[in-house]
């Protein structure tokens, strides 16, 4: 079993930048996929980062490419995700989510999740 705990949410006004990290225990996480999700109020739940077990791949939601990036330490057990030029859309709680086989934007490809971090950007 894996537990992934999220942090680094909070308030932030638009423009400005958030970092958020997803700390991993039971096992490593070294040879998983890792991604990133959220979920506004009243919305599903969508992709928006994943990285491949070595980091050599990363794939990213069109809303967020050019201002998020994705990244892992597997000595650590943790992934982070860089959140910069925040738009008010971002608004959300973002879940982190592992899967120990495969590759892809899609929700129901992880087996792992967090509890989820809630991120606002204010105007």
């Known amino acids: 079993q894996v537990q992934l705990v999220e942090s680094g949410g909070g308030l932030v006004q638009a423009g400005g930048s958030l970092r958020l990290s997803c700390a991993a225990s039971?096992?490593?996480?070294?040879?998983?996929?890792m991604g990133w999700f959220r979920q506004a109020p009243g919305k599903d739940r969508d992709f928006v980062a994943a990285i491949s077990w070595t980091g050599g791949n990363t794939y990213y939601a069109d809303s967020v490419k050019a201002r998020f990036t994705i990244s892992r330490d597997n000595a650590k057990n943790t992934v982070t995700l860089q959140m910069n030029s925040l738009k008010v859309e971002d608004t959300a709680v973002y879940y982190c989510?592992?899967?120990?086989?495969?590759?892809?934007?899609?929700?129901?490809?992880?087996?792992?999740w967090g509890q989820g971090t809630q991120v606002t950007v204010s105007s």
């Open positions: 039971g096992r490593t996480i070294s040879s998983f996929t």
């Open positions: 989510a592992a899967v120990n086989t495969g590759f892809g934007p899609y929700s129901d490809l992880f087996d792992y």
